[in-house]
Nanobody, 114 residues
């Protein structure tokens, strides 16, 4: 079982950038595919980006070209670099394995607004 702690969210203007991190405890991290997910009020949680243990990545269409997922297996840490942020990116962002388990962290709030 993996414990997940997300950080790095905040308030940013449209067009701005944020870098999220996810500290994961558990020996499974280095061999598991990982993903960033987000949930906005009134919306279902959705996958934003995923990365395999070997570093291959996939992105939701809304994130492609703007977001970059990466991982540091030595630090058991997952990252999401978010550029060119839009108001519709506003959500609570979570990390989890991919496909996700039902063990979610607290998430980190990202708000994109003037």
């Amino acid at each position: 079982q993996v414990q997940l702690v997300e950080a790095g969210g905040g308030l940013v203007q449209p067009g701005g950038s944020l870098r999220l991190s996810c500290a994961a405890s558990g020996s499974i991290f280095s061999i598991a595919s990982m993903g960033w997910y987000r949930q906005a009020p009134g919306y279902a949680r959705e996958l934003v980006a995923a990365i395999t243990s070997g570093g291959n990545t996939n992105y939701a269409g809304s994130a492609k070209g703007r977001f970059t997922i990466s991982r540091d297996n030595a630090k058991n840490t997952l990252y999401l670099q978010m550029n060119s942020l839009k108001p519709e990116d506003t959500a609570v962002y979570y990390c989890n394995i991919y496909p996700p388990s039902n063990h979610w962290g607290q998430g980190t709030q990202v708000t994109v607004s003037l």
